[in-house]
């Protein structure tokens, strides 16, 4: 039998890691968020010659893997098509904005218009608004007025909330996601963003949230108002939205007149003309 004498004289020590345990305690506890390439280099600036095959098995021993969080993954957005609504509360669009105060605090304004005549329902301001704060918003303006068909919103973390897509299912609302990095797809609520940016927040300075609200809310007056509209035949959205109920209003037959219109029938030319060819043609027979 032959063995190598290092072999015969082997003596089984076990494996003392409580240094390296102790080292990578000590530096995840006050660095959680670092992997395991930057705790090795920092042993090894230290002048620690531990190799890495080592200095990783008892970092996965210990389980000190950072877990890295997975992107959430959006459905395919379906292009919807830019629609002007023929009467009001048919489609809403909502969107957010940002700014600051003097002092650097961040605020949010979230804004909602009715795409029928481009009427700003509500500007809401806080420094914080999460998705309960949308749905309590939208319920009040439903309380105020009709409940909308549509709302149009992008993929923002508040509108893919559960909360609100529940919200609006039991509200029976369709909710209509643009695609991702196409905001022109919700062109009417960009348009009153660039307005109210333009007029308002590039204008003024602000000291308080209570400043914020009180001229948001003098600006979405005066925009619902008296600002004239080039796309709505230069009047304010309640103007138009006024003239045009009266225009329906007019055109609606009373109530005691049971007098139908009836539609013309549609006749495709070349049926026509060849019905007063054959005419032609008999008129002719007849007549030889």
Known sequence: MRLPRSSYGYQWRPKDDSVIQDALTSLVSKHPSIGFWQCYYRFRNRGELWNHKRVRRVYRMMKLNIRRRAKKRLPERVKQPLIIPSAPNQTWSIDFMSDALVDGRKFR???????????SLAIEVDTSLPSLRVVRVLTRLINQRRKPVHIRVDNGPEFISHKLQQWCDENQITLQYIQPGRPMQNAYI??????????????????????????????????????????????????????????????????????????????????????IFLENSNQKLTEL
Do not use: C
Request: avoid cysteine.
């Open 109 to 119: 304004m979230l804004n909602v218009i009715d795409d029928y005549n481009r009427e």
């Open 190 to 275: 960009e348009r009153n963003n660039g307005s109210l940016r333009r007029e308002l927040l590039n204008a003024y300075l602000f000291y308080s949230l209570t400043e914020v609200r009180t001229m948001t809310e003098e600006w979405r007056i005066d925009y619902n108002t008296e600002r004239p509209h080039k796309s709505l035949a230069y009047l304010s959205p309640l103007k138009y939205a006024e003239l045009n109920n009266q225009q329906i209003a007019l055109s609606t037959p009373a109530s005691g007149n049971h007098s139908k219109i009836e539609a013309q029938p549609v006749v495709d030319k070349a049926d026509e003309q060849q019905t």
